[in-house]
């Protein structure tokens, strides 16, 4: 669960993407109407179930799903675009391919929980929890495009580029830290939706980046615009 690469993560927040949504909705902290919030039935269950299977299968399915904070009166918010799955003891490159231990505990609870690790001692990284209790399957939330709050996330940041296209960014954009490792994705500080892409974007599986054992899995799951 490595965040840093040497390929770039697609420029989410920022560049074409950013004034794409513009165009189509408007501003960032306005309704996109084009970015469909699936209804979850008002069931926190439902999201659970959701999230209660093949951590590869989820990681798929929850590209377009909503992410977001509120802090002191700060609502913020992005629609996924980037995950990577990765599957406890049988992944090489997992947390917890050797074990629980006190970092990685979290990894180990129900699922909705959200994991969050720091990166070289600077970035806070979030991942959710799937599956069984104990079997330690997680999915690093590594990019999304900003739909409330973008301006309190390009403070966060302190820059209007690159706000959310990469995991250590989108932990800083939405407010993350290592006191929200263990919460709740469904009723917690951080909550995760469900949602639909935005029309015109495809989804493409490659491996894993920012890694170096099981580099051939093709894990990683990223939404791109079509062009053509």
Request: hydrophobic residues 35%; charged residues 25%.
């Amino acid at each position: 669960m490595a965040p840093s690469a040497t390929r770039r993560s697609p420029r989410y927040g920022g560049g074409s993407q950013r004034r794409w949504l513009r165009r189509r909705a408007g501003c960032c902290g306005a309704r996109h109407e084009h970015l469909e919030r699936v209804p979850v039935g008002g069931s926190r269950r439902h999201l659970v179930i959701d999230l209660d299977g093949d951590v590869v299968a989820v990681a798929r399915r929850i590209l377009g799903w909503r992410l977001g904070s509120r802090f002191g009166g700060e609502a913020t918010e992005v629609v996924l675009t980037e995950v990577e799955a990765y599957k406890g003891d049988q992944d090489p490159a997992s947390h917890a391919y050797r074990g629980r231990t006190e970092r990685n505990g979290a990894m180990f609870g129900p699922p909705g929980t959200l994991y969050v690790y720091r990166s070289y001692g600077i970035h806070w990284c979030m991942n959710v929890v799937v599956g069984d209790v104990g079997v330690a399957h997680a999915i690093l939330l590594r990019a999304g495009i900003p739909l409330v709050g973008s301006t309190v996330m390009e403070r966060r940041r302190g820059r209007t580029d690159h706000v959310c296209d990469g995991p250590g960014k989108l932990g800083a954009a939405l407010g993350v830290t290592g006191a929200h490792d263990g919460t709740s994705l469904v009723d917690g500080p951080i909550r995760l939706t469900p949602g639909r892409l935005p029309d015109g974007y495809t989804i493409e599986a490659t491996p894993r980046i920012g890694i170096s054992r099981a580099t051939d899995l093709r894990w990683r799951f990223v939404a791109v615009p079509v062009t053509g």
